[in-house]
RNA sequence: GGGGGCGUGGUGUAGCUUGGUUUAACACACUGGCCUGUCAAGCCAGAGAUCGCGGGUUCAAAUCCCGUCGCUCCCG
Protein backbone atom coordinates (compact mmCIF):
# COMPACT_ATOMS: atom_id res chain seq x y z
CA UNK A 1 0.00 0.00 0.00
CA UNK A 2 1.00 3.44 -0.83
CA UNK A 3 -1.00 6.68 0.29
CA UNK A 4 0.09 10.42 0.18
CA UNK A 5 -1.56 13.19 1.33
CA UNK A 6 -0.62 17.06 1.63
CA UNK A 7 -1.08 18.01 5.07
CA UNK A 8 0.16 21.94 5.20
CA UNK A 9 0.42 24.01 2.40
CA UNK A 10 2.69 27.37 2.87
CA UNK A 11 1.16 30.17 1.95
CA UNK A 12 4.51 32.65 0.89
CA UNK A 13 5.66 29.88 -0.85
CA UNK A 14 5.27 25.94 -2.62
CA UNK A 15 6.23 24.61 0.64
CA UNK A 16 4.63 21.75 1.99
CA UNK A 17 3.97 19.08 4.89
CA UNK A 18 3.07 15.49 3.10
CA UNK A 19 2.18 12.39 4.44
CA UNK A 20 2.73 8.90 2.98
CA UNK A 21 1.71 5.78 4.33
CA UNK A 22 3.50 2.75 3.18
CA UNK A 23 3.53 -1.12 4.56
CA UNK A 24 6.34 -0.63 6.58
CA UNK A 25 4.87 2.75 8.37
CA UNK A 26 4.18 6.74 7.86
CA UNK A 27 6.37 9.05 7.39
CA UNK A 28 5.96 12.65 7.34
CA UNK A 29 7.74 14.92 3.99
CA UNK A 30 9.69 16.67 3.24
CA UNK A 31 12.31 13.80 4.46
CA UNK A 32 15.69 13.18 4.16
CA UNK A 33 16.69 9.37 2.97
CA UNK A 34 20.29 8.17 3.98
CA UNK A 35 22.06 5.89 1.33
CA UNK A 36 21.91 2.77 2.74
CA UNK A 37 23.43 1.49 -1.17
CA UNK A 38 24.36 -1.79 0.15
CA UNK A 39 22.17 -2.98 2.13
CA UNK A 40 23.94 -0.73 5.20
CA UNK A 41 24.08 3.43 5.66
CA UNK A 42 27.74 2.60 5.95
CA UNK A 43 28.97 2.15 9.55
CA UNK A 44 25.64 3.35 11.23
CA UNK A 45 23.26 0.17 12.69
CA UNK A 46 19.35 0.46 11.93
CA UNK A 47 18.68 1.22 15.69
CA UNK A 48 21.62 4.21 15.74
CA UNK A 49 19.54 5.68 12.20
CA UNK A 50 16.35 5.26 14.17
CA UNK A 51 18.09 7.32 17.28
CA UNK A 52 19.24 10.05 15.22
CA UNK A 53 15.63 10.12 13.48
CA UNK A 54 15.84 8.73 10.30
CA UNK A 55 13.04 7.38 9.09
CA UNK A 56 13.24 5.94 5.02
CA UNK A 57 16.60 4.45 3.78
CA UNK A 58 17.87 4.04 0.34
CA UNK A 59 19.35 0.68 -1.46
CA UNK A 60 20.06 0.53 -4.64
CA UNK A 61 19.60 -2.48 -6.78
CA UNK A 62 21.92 -2.43 -9.16
CA UNK A 63 24.35 -2.94 -6.20
CA UNK A 64 22.09 -5.43 -4.29
CA UNK A 65 21.76 -7.46 -7.69
CA UNK A 66 25.31 -8.18 -7.90
CA UNK A 67 25.97 -8.98 -4.00
CA UNK A 68 24.66 -10.77 -2.00
CA UNK A 69 22.31 -12.16 -5.07
CA UNK A 70 18.32 -12.14 -5.52
CA UNK A 71 18.75 -15.85 -4.21
CA UNK A 72 20.17 -14.72 -0.82
CA UNK A 73 17.14 -11.53 -1.05
CA UNK A 74 14.88 -14.10 -1.71
CA UNK A 75 15.78 -16.63 1.09
CA UNK A 76 15.90 -13.68 3.76
CA UNK A 77 12.75 -12.57 3.03
CA UNK A 78 13.23 -9.54 1.76
CA UNK A 79 15.91 -6.52 2.47
CA UNK A 80 13.99 -5.15 5.37
CA UNK A 81 14.22 -8.67 6.78
CA UNK A 82 17.84 -9.04 5.85
CA UNK A 83 19.02 -5.89 7.38
CA UNK A 84 17.25 -5.54 9.92
CA UNK A 85 15.04 -2.22 8.91
CA UNK A 86 11.27 -2.45 9.63
CA UNK A 87 10.92 1.25 8.52
CA UNK A 88 10.12 2.45 5.15
CA UNK A 89 12.85 1.48 2.18
CA UNK A 90 12.98 3.05 -0.99
CA UNK A 91 15.22 1.29 -3.81
CA UNK A 92 16.69 3.04 -6.97
CA UNK A 93 16.90 1.36 -9.85
CA UNK A 94 20.32 1.21 -11.02
CA UNK A 95 19.92 3.55 -13.52
CA UNK A 96 22.37 5.79 -11.90
CA UNK A 97 24.72 3.18 -11.74
CA UNK A 98 24.35 3.69 -15.97
CA UNK A 99 25.80 6.99 -15.35
CA UNK A 100 28.30 6.96 -13.14
CA UNK A 101 30.00 3.58 -13.84
CA UNK A 102 29.81 4.58 -17.62
CA UNK A 103 32.58 2.69 -18.59
CA UNK A 104 31.10 -0.50 -17.56
CA UNK A 105 27.55 -0.34 -19.62
CA UNK A 106 26.10 -0.44 -22.85
CA UNK A 107 23.01 0.95 -23.34
CA UNK A 108 20.36 0.07 -26.13
CA UNK A 109 16.98 0.19 -26.38
CA UNK A 110 15.98 -2.82 -24.98
CA UNK A 111 17.96 -2.42 -21.56
CA UNK A 112 21.17 -2.12 -20.46
CA UNK A 113 24.55 -4.81 -20.64
CA UNK A 114 27.11 -4.51 -18.11
CA UNK A 115 30.01 -6.45 -16.60
CA UNK A 116 30.29 -6.75 -13.62
CA UNK A 117 32.52 -4.41 -10.86
CA UNK A 118 33.16 -7.08 -9.20
CA UNK A 119 34.00 -10.82 -10.95
CA UNK A 120 33.27 -8.95 -14.83
CA UNK A 121 30.45 -11.36 -15.13
CA UNK A 122 28.33 -10.30 -18.01
CA UNK A 123 24.80 -8.73 -16.75
CA UNK A 124 21.74 -7.71 -18.37
CA UNK A 125 18.93 -5.65 -16.85
CA UNK A 126 16.32 -4.31 -18.69
CA UNK A 127 13.38 -2.25 -17.17
CA UNK A 128 11.17 -5.51 -16.40
CA UNK A 129 14.60 -7.52 -14.45
CA UNK A 130 14.51 -3.93 -12.71
CA UNK A 131 11.56 -4.59 -11.50
CA UNK A 132 11.74 -8.22 -10.64
CA UNK A 133 14.40 -7.44 -8.83
CA UNK A 134 13.24 -4.44 -6.58
CA UNK A 135 9.87 -6.63 -5.97
CA UNK A 136 11.96 -8.96 -4.48
CA UNK A 137 13.97 -6.65 -2.32
CA UNK A 138 10.24 -5.47 -1.49
CA UNK A 139 11.00 -1.52 -0.58
CA UNK A 140 8.02 0.35 -0.09
CA UNK A 141 8.97 3.10 -2.77
CA UNK A 142 10.49 1.89 -5.88
CA UNK A 143 12.20 3.37 -9.01
CA UNK A 144 11.72 3.25 -12.56
CA UNK A 145 14.78 1.99 -14.77
CA UNK A 146 15.90 5.38 -16.05
CA UNK A 147 19.05 7.41 -18.22
CA UNK A 148 20.54 9.85 -16.08
CA UNK A 149 23.17 11.86 -18.37
CA UNK A 150 26.10 13.81 -17.44
CA UNK A 151 26.35 17.65 -17.88
CA UNK A 152 26.86 19.08 -19.92
CA UNK A 153 25.77 16.93 -22.88
CA UNK A 154 24.63 17.64 -26.51
CA UNK A 155 20.88 18.14 -26.46
CA UNK A 156 20.25 14.98 -29.14
CA UNK A 157 21.73 12.73 -26.49
CA UNK A 158 19.40 14.17 -24.15
CA UNK A 159 16.46 13.41 -26.25
CA UNK A 160 17.58 10.32 -26.82
CA UNK A 161 17.78 9.69 -22.87
CA UNK A 162 14.66 11.49 -21.96
CA UNK A 163 12.49 9.42 -24.76
CA UNK A 164 14.09 6.16 -23.63
CA UNK A 165 13.56 6.61 -20.08
CA UNK A 166 9.57 7.05 -21.01
CA UNK A 167 9.72 3.98 -22.52
CA UNK A 168 11.54 1.93 -20.10
CA UNK A 169 9.16 3.85 -17.54
CA UNK A 170 6.00 2.38 -19.34
CA UNK A 171 7.68 -0.66 -20.01
CA UNK A 172 8.59 -0.61 -15.61
CA UNK A 173 4.93 0.20 -14.62
CA UNK A 174 3.86 -2.86 -17.16
CA UNK A 175 5.88 -5.02 -15.64
CA UNK A 176 5.21 -4.67 -12.23
CA UNK A 177 2.81 -7.23 -10.41
CA UNK A 178 2.97 -6.68 -6.36
CA UNK A 179 0.80 -3.97 -5.50
CA UNK A 180 2.02 -3.02 -2.04
CA UNK A 181 5.01 -0.97 -3.50
CA UNK A 182 4.94 2.26 -5.34
CA UNK A 183 6.35 2.72 -8.00
CA UNK A 184 8.24 6.60 -9.08
CA UNK A 185 8.59 7.63 -12.25
CA UNK A 186 11.51 9.66 -13.08
CA UNK A 187 12.07 13.21 -15.08
CA UNK A 188 14.76 13.60 -17.00
CA UNK A 189 15.82 15.88 -19.79
CA UNK A 190 19.16 17.76 -18.00
CA UNK A 191 19.03 21.63 -17.96
CA UNK A 192 16.71 21.67 -21.22
CA UNK A 193 14.15 23.39 -20.04
CA UNK A 194 11.59 22.19 -23.03
CA UNK A 195 13.02 18.54 -22.47
CA UNK A 196 12.18 18.36 -19.04
CA UNK A 197 8.47 19.69 -20.15
CA UNK A 198 7.93 16.37 -22.49
CA UNK A 199 9.48 14.25 -19.80
CA UNK A 200 7.40 15.98 -16.91
CA UNK A 201 4.51 15.59 -18.85
CA UNK A 202 5.09 12.33 -20.66
CA UNK A 203 5.74 10.66 -17.25
CA UNK A 204 2.75 12.19 -15.73
CA UNK A 205 0.45 10.58 -18.60
CA UNK A 206 1.98 7.35 -17.00
CA UNK A 207 0.50 7.98 -14.07
CA UNK A 208 2.50 7.27 -11.16
CA UNK A 209 1.83 7.37 -7.21
CA UNK A 210 5.36 9.74 -7.11
CA UNK A 211 7.51 11.28 -9.18
CA UNK A 212 11.15 11.81 -8.91
CA UNK A 213 13.57 14.20 -10.61
CA UNK A 214 16.85 12.63 -11.81
CA UNK A 215 19.83 14.11 -13.39
CA UNK A 216 20.49 16.81 -10.99
CA UNK A 217 23.35 17.94 -9.25
CA UNK A 218 25.85 16.36 -11.65
CA UNK A 219 27.95 19.55 -12.01
CA UNK A 220 25.74 21.93 -13.16
CA UNK A 221 25.83 25.64 -11.96
CA UNK A 222 23.21 25.69 -8.90
CA UNK A 223 21.46 28.81 -10.17
CA UNK A 224 21.42 26.65 -13.55
CA UNK A 225 19.76 23.67 -11.60
CA UNK A 226 16.92 25.94 -9.68
CA UNK A 227 16.06 28.22 -12.98
CA UNK A 228 15.48 24.49 -14.83
CA UNK A 229 13.54 22.51 -11.61
CA UNK A 230 11.17 25.54 -10.61
CA UNK A 231 9.32 25.52 -13.48
CA UNK A 232 9.33 21.75 -14.48
CA UNK A 233 7.67 21.26 -11.12
CA UNK A 234 4.49 22.79 -12.57
CA UNK A 235 3.85 20.27 -14.47
CA UNK A 236 4.16 17.29 -11.65
CA UNK A 237 0.75 16.90 -10.08
CA UNK A 238 0.58 18.32 -6.64
CA UNK A 239 -1.40 15.81 -4.53
CA UNK A 240 1.89 12.90 -5.42
CA UNK A 241 5.10 13.57 -4.14
CA UNK A 242 7.98 14.68 -5.27
CA UNK A 243 11.51 13.64 -5.05
CA UNK A 244 14.55 15.27 -5.69
CA UNK A 245 17.34 12.88 -6.63
CA UNK A 246 20.73 13.31 -4.90
CA UNK A 247 20.47 16.66 -3.69
CA UNK A 248 21.73 16.90 -0.35
CA UNK A 249 23.89 20.39 0.95
CA UNK A 250 21.78 22.02 3.47
CA UNK A 251 21.06 25.45 1.44
CA UNK A 252 19.55 23.48 -1.83
CA UNK A 253 17.42 21.32 0.71
CA UNK A 254 15.68 24.24 2.34
CA UNK A 255 15.62 26.13 -1.60
CA UNK A 256 14.03 22.85 -2.85
CA UNK A 257 11.52 22.86 0.04
CA UNK A 258 9.93 25.93 -0.79
CA UNK A 259 9.57 24.90 -4.65
CA UNK A 260 7.58 21.84 -3.22
CA UNK A 261 9.78 19.00 -3.18
CA UNK A 262 9.31 16.37 -0.46
CA UNK A 263 12.02 14.22 -0.50
CA UNK A 264 15.65 14.22 -0.97
CA UNK A 265 18.70 11.63 -0.81
CA UNK A 266 22.20 12.06 -0.57
CA UNK A 267 25.87 10.37 -0.49
CA UNK A 268 27.06 13.94 0.63
CA UNK A 269 26.56 13.42 4.43
CA UNK A 270 27.74 10.22 5.23
CA UNK A 271 30.54 10.44 2.22
CA UNK A 272 32.18 13.91 3.89
CA UNK A 273 31.91 12.09 7.31
CA UNK A 274 34.06 9.33 5.76
CA UNK A 275 36.30 12.07 4.89
CA UNK A 276 36.45 14.29 7.55
CA UNK A 277 34.30 17.02 6.52
CA UNK A 278 31.86 18.05 9.27
CA UNK A 279 28.67 19.76 9.06
CA UNK A 280 27.76 22.63 11.47
CA UNK A 281 25.83 25.40 12.38
CA UNK A 282 28.92 27.38 11.42
CA UNK A 283 29.52 26.09 8.33
CA UNK A 284 31.69 23.41 7.13
CA UNK A 285 34.88 22.64 8.34
CA UNK A 286 37.43 19.71 8.07
CA UNK A 287 37.95 17.98 11.07
CA UNK A 288 41.53 16.82 9.80
CA UNK A 289 42.98 20.81 9.67
CA UNK A 290 45.45 21.06 12.33
CA UNK A 291 44.00 23.67 14.18
CA UNK A 292 41.64 20.95 15.38
CA UNK A 293 44.78 19.29 16.93
CA UNK A 294 43.72 20.57 20.88
CA UNK A 295 39.78 21.89 20.05
CA UNK A 296 38.30 19.98 22.65
CA UNK A 297 35.04 21.92 21.75
CA UNK A 298 32.18 19.20 20.23
CA UNK A 299 31.94 19.55 16.90
CA UNK A 300 29.08 21.82 16.17
CA UNK A 301 28.48 23.92 19.57
CA UNK A 302 24.79 24.23 18.75
CA UNK A 303 24.12 20.72 18.26
CA UNK A 304 22.59 18.41 21.02
CA UNK A 305 23.25 15.18 18.95
CA UNK A 306 24.72 12.16 20.94
CA UNK A 307 28.66 12.78 19.47
CA UNK A 308 28.26 16.47 20.31
CA UNK A 309 27.49 15.89 24.09
CA UNK A 310 29.87 13.34 24.30
CA UNK A 311 33.10 13.53 22.38
CA UNK A 312 35.87 16.66 21.21
CA UNK A 313 36.97 17.85 18.16
CA UNK A 314 40.79 16.69 18.94
CA UNK A 315 39.62 13.55 19.97
CA UNK A 316 37.32 12.67 16.50
CA UNK A 317 40.50 14.05 14.73
CA UNK A 318 42.70 11.88 16.29
CA UNK A 319 40.62 8.81 15.77
CA UNK A 320 40.65 9.68 11.59
CA UNK A 321 44.31 10.56 11.46
CA UNK A 322 45.26 7.13 12.82
CA UNK A 323 42.34 5.14 10.79
CA UNK A 324 40.27 4.17 13.67
CA UNK A 325 36.58 3.45 12.17
CA UNK A 326 34.74 5.00 15.47
CA UNK A 327 35.74 8.40 13.59
CA UNK A 328 33.71 7.39 10.67
CA UNK A 329 30.37 6.59 13.09
CA UNK A 330 30.62 9.64 14.94
CA UNK A 331 31.30 11.71 12.01
CA UNK A 332 28.34 10.19 10.12
CA UNK A 333 26.21 10.17 13.14
CA UNK A 334 26.80 13.65 13.66
CA UNK A 335 26.96 14.57 9.81
CA UNK A 336 23.32 12.85 9.02
CA UNK A 337 21.72 14.17 12.91
CA UNK A 338 22.28 17.84 10.98
CA UNK A 339 21.04 17.67 7.73
CA UNK A 340 17.61 15.60 9.58
CA UNK A 341 17.26 18.84 12.02
CA UNK A 342 17.36 21.02 9.02
CA UNK A 343 15.04 19.19 7.60
CA UNK A 344 13.33 19.02 11.25
CA UNK A 345 13.48 22.97 11.70
CA UNK A 346 11.98 23.22 8.34
CA UNK A 347 9.04 21.46 9.13
CA UNK A 348 8.58 23.18 12.31
CA UNK A 349 8.65 26.37 10.26
CA UNK A 350 6.11 25.62 7.91
CA UNK A 351 3.74 24.41 10.59
CA UNK A 352 4.32 27.57 12.41
CA UNK A 353 3.46 29.38 9.16
CA UNK A 354 6.97 30.99 9.77
CA UNK A 355 8.89 28.79 6.80
CA UNK A 356 9.63 32.10 4.52
CA UNK A 357 11.65 33.61 7.04
CA UNK A 358 13.21 30.87 8.23
CA UNK A 359 14.39 30.17 4.32
CA UNK A 360 15.39 34.07 4.33
CA UNK A 361 17.36 33.77 7.27
CA UNK A 362 18.73 30.11 6.48
CA UNK A 363 19.91 31.28 3.16
CA UNK A 364 21.54 34.11 3.84
CA UNK A 365 23.51 32.53 7.10
CA UNK A 366 24.79 29.82 4.35
CA UNK A 367 26.16 32.58 2.00
CA UNK A 368 28.04 34.27 4.54
CA UNK A 369 30.08 31.02 5.45
C1' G B 1 93.03 -4.55 17.26
C1' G B 2 91.46 -6.83 12.15
C1' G B 3 87.67 -7.27 8.36
C1' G B 4 82.76 -6.20 6.06
C1' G B 5 78.23 -3.24 5.43
C1' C B 6 75.61 1.28 5.72
C1' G B 7 75.08 6.84 6.01
C1' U B 8 69.93 10.40 0.50
C1' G B 9 63.47 15.27 2.76
C1' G B 10 60.13 13.87 9.37
C1' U B 11 60.45 8.19 8.86
C1' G B 12 61.61 3.97 5.67
C1' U B 13 63.77 3.35 1.05
C1' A B 14 65.21 3.78 -4.70
C1' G B 15 69.11 5.70 -7.61
C1' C B 16 75.49 4.27 -7.00
C1' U B 17 77.86 -1.57 -10.40
C1' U B 18 78.30 0.84 -16.49
C1' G B 19 79.41 9.44 -13.69
C1' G B 20 75.68 13.13 -17.95
C1' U B 21 67.23 11.65 -19.68
C1' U B 22 68.50 13.83 -11.50
C1' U B 23 65.26 20.65 -12.21
C1' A B 24 67.32 13.70 -6.86
C1' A B 25 62.39 9.26 -7.34
C1' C B 26 58.80 6.36 -4.22
C1' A B 27 55.80 5.06 0.15
C1' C B 28 54.11 6.71 4.69
C1' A B 29 53.75 10.97 7.69
C1' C B 30 52.78 16.32 7.18
C1' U B 31 49.68 20.92 5.01
C1' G B 32 45.38 22.36 2.30
C1' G B 33 41.26 21.53 -1.04
C1' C B 34 37.35 18.46 -3.11
C1' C B 35 33.23 15.07 -2.43
C1' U B 36 25.56 15.80 -4.20
C1' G B 37 19.93 8.81 -6.84
C1' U B 38 28.03 6.01 -2.74
C1' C B 39 32.77 0.87 -7.13
C1' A B 40 34.53 6.42 -2.33
C1' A B 41 38.03 4.71 5.48
C1' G B 42 38.27 8.01 -1.49
C1' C B 43 40.39 11.73 -4.95
C1' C B 44 43.44 16.09 -6.07
C1' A B 45 47.10 19.48 -4.93
C1' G B 46 51.21 21.42 -1.91
C1' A B 47 55.44 21.94 1.30
C1' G B 48 59.78 19.26 2.49
C1' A B 49 66.54 16.47 1.18
C1' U B 50 72.09 19.95 -2.73
C1' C B 51 72.55 13.05 -1.25
C1' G B 52 77.17 12.37 6.87
C1' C B 53 81.66 15.73 6.59
C1' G B 54 86.38 17.28 4.04
C1' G B 55 89.35 16.79 -0.11
C1' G B 56 90.48 14.77 -5.03
C1' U B 57 89.63 12.97 -10.30
C1' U B 58 86.57 14.98 -14.39
C1' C B 59 83.86 19.44 -18.98
C1' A B 60 80.33 16.99 -15.41
C1' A B 61 80.01 13.44 -8.89
C1' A B 62 74.46 11.18 -4.72
C1' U B 63 77.18 7.99 -8.25
C1' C B 64 84.56 7.00 -8.97
C1' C B 65 89.14 7.70 -5.49
C1' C B 66 91.38 9.24 -0.61
C1' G B 67 90.68 10.79 4.30
C1' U B 68 87.46 11.49 8.38
C1' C B 69 83.14 10.97 11.67
C1' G B 70 78.83 8.08 13.05
C1' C B 71 75.95 3.56 13.18
C1' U B 72 76.10 -1.65 12.53
C1' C B 73 77.70 -6.83 11.78
C1' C B 74 81.63 -10.58 12.00
C1' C B 75 86.50 -12.24 13.87
C1' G B 76 89.81 -11.63 18.05
Redesign the pocket.
Known amino acids: MFKFEVLIEDKKTKARIGKATTSHGVFETPVFMP ?1 A ?1 KGV ?2 TLSPEELKEIGAEVI ?1 G ?1 TYHLYLRPGMEVIREAKGLHNFMHWDLPILT ?2 G ?3 I ?3 GE ?1 FKINDHGVEFKS ?1 IDGSRHFLTPETVIEVQEILGADII ?1 VL ?1 E ?1 VPYPVDKKYVQEAVLRTLDWSARCKKAQKRENQALFG ?1 VQGSMYQDLRRLSAEKTVELDFPGY ?1 L ?2 F ?1 VGEPHDLMFGVLEPTLNYLPGNKPRYL ?5 SS ?1 LVEAISLGIDMF ?4 P ?3 A ?4 VLTSEGRI ?1 I ?4 YLKDFSPLDPNCCCYVCKNYNRAYIRHLL ?1 V ?1 E ?1 LA ?1 RLLSWHNLTYIINIINETKSAIKNDSFSDFKNAFLRKECNE
Open positions: LTVKLNDSGFQFSLTIMDCIAGGSMGVGNSDCALTRMRNGGNRNAKNGIH
